[in-house]
């Protein structure tokens, strides 16, 4: 039987290697329970105010002055990786409880892949419904991988609402709508970063993790989930 792990939160590092002999480590630390960030930080910067960064499809119930969690939550990222830019080769590792992950890849590739953990668990409504896949985190995942994960995540919710007296939706009607939601936080993000003038890292980064929601509502627009059914031919007679 696995051993119950006791520690409050659950700790996720990305170590940064680069080829001018530069490094770097981020610290992410969830909450076990909600998995959401548990950030330390009191100071924020004013472009990181929900006055200032607002989603056009925001459901917060944030007042004046307050902050967006996804800006608060980037804001030191895009602080270092301002002067890198996003195609060079770097070395990245991610040590999670279980494994090590390491891998060599463009900048922007393993940014995104953090900025992916930052963006859900940083307490946005909308982000927040990928939440599962952050407990079960896979860095550097593919297009296929990953759309595997979000549909399985997918149906497993849906048996949850089930057994909780709630109507599932067990053909992935309101799948597409939640992945639409999320693009268009997305594309904010994006806009926001470049008007800050800095290095295009992020936003690069940031539309690579686009591509893999583009990427899932592609198949369900086009019906392709069925692709997958051949992986299942045991459960099927």
Partial sequence: MPTKNLRQHILITYKFFFQNGTEKEFEIKLDR????????????????????????????????????????????IL?????????????????????????????????????????????????????????????????EETAFRAFSMY??????????????????????KSYEEIKIVNQYVCEKIANLELQDTTVNSIIVLNNFAEFISLLLEQNSIEEFESLFEEYLH
Avoid at 47 to 56: D, R
Avoid at 63 to 69: A, E, L
Avoid at 86 to 111: D, G, P, W
Wanted: charged share 15%; proline share 5%; glycine share 4%.
């Fill in 33 to 76: 329970t909600t998995l959401n960030l548990i950030s330390n930080k009191n100071t924020h910067s004013s472009w990181t105010q929900h006055q200032n960064f607002s989603c056009p499809n925001c459901i917060q119930s944030l007042k004046p002055g307050d902050y967006c969690p996804v800006a608060t939550g980037l804001d030191d």
């Fill in 79 to 143: 602080i270092f990786f301002s002067t890198f830019p996003s195609y060079e080769k770097i070395n990245v590792q991610v040590i999670t409880e279980e494994r090590t992950y390491s891998t060599m890849t463009s900048l922007q590739t393993a940014v995104g892949s953090l900025i992916g953990i930052l963006m859900t668990a940083s307490g946005c409504r909308i982000m927040a419904k990928l939440k599962p896949l952050v407990k079960f985190h896979l860095p550097f995942s593919s297009l």
């Fill in 155 to 176: 149906l497993l919710a849906q048996y949850f609402r089930f057994t909780n007296g709630l109507k599932p939706d067990w053909l992935l009607e309101n799948l597409a």
